[in-house]
């Protein structure tokens, strides 16, 4: 699969079909780090899954432009998504303006995704916090009538939110996904940013990986699963039936 990341204008998208799932990072990275293995796992299952970067998450101090696009370039490659994006906001400086939100609006018009996977809201990072303002405001905005957005107005059914957080927090996540059969697609994808995980790290364990590693063991552990990654939602969560609990 030759992967593409898109950065024309929502209004010049060619989309032959609704994306069922569509995951906003304020970085290149913070999908794969915050639900790398969900997505692999969304992909194998046959969802139309779609990640959109709002930022190039440079500058950095081991990164460039380019080596982020080749970056992300693979990691588009190992998790086999259907789309994928970057916003071209500013990193360090992504702020909940109107014209922020009218754009992220203007991608859910057009890519249509049944759900959107969000940041979790509490966050140290800066643009982790504003990225969820901005994507929880777009959602309102994806529905306005008399507009000059692109597309038909869309309200997209529900946003849950992932973790990638730079803090240290208890977290309680209201659900946990078996990523067991898909954990190597996650460190893969992962392991493609390497300005970011690996180059300028302490080799001495625990490195990143070994904390990535560490935190997926855990949240399987909790489920009695190998390895999990945790998930959050503001709105109660609707089952068919008690079967679709393990």
Known sequence: MNATIHTEPPSQLIVDRALDFLVVAPH?????????GTIAKMVAEGWQVGILDLTSGEPTPHGSEAL???ETLKATETLGVAWRGNAGLPNRKLEPTLEARELIASYFRMLRPRWVFAPYWEDAHPDHV????LIEAARFWSKLSKTEMPGERYHPERIY???CIH???AVQPDWIIDISDHWETKLESVLAYQSQFIQGRPTEPPTMVDRVRDDAAN??????RKYGEPMATKEPLALKSLRDLI
């Not at 290149?28 to 790398?36: I, N, Q, S, T």
């Not at 504003?130 to 303002?133: F, I, N, V």
């Not at 949240?219 to 009695?224: A, V």
């Open 219 to 224: 949240w399987g552990r909790l489920i009695n």
């Open 130 to 133: 504003a990225a969820t303002q």
């Open 167 to 169: 803090l240290r927090l």
């Open 68 to 70: 982020r696009r080749q």
């Open 28 to 36: 290149p990275d913070d999908a794969e780090l915050g639900m790398g």
């Open 161 to 163: 939110y992932y973790f």
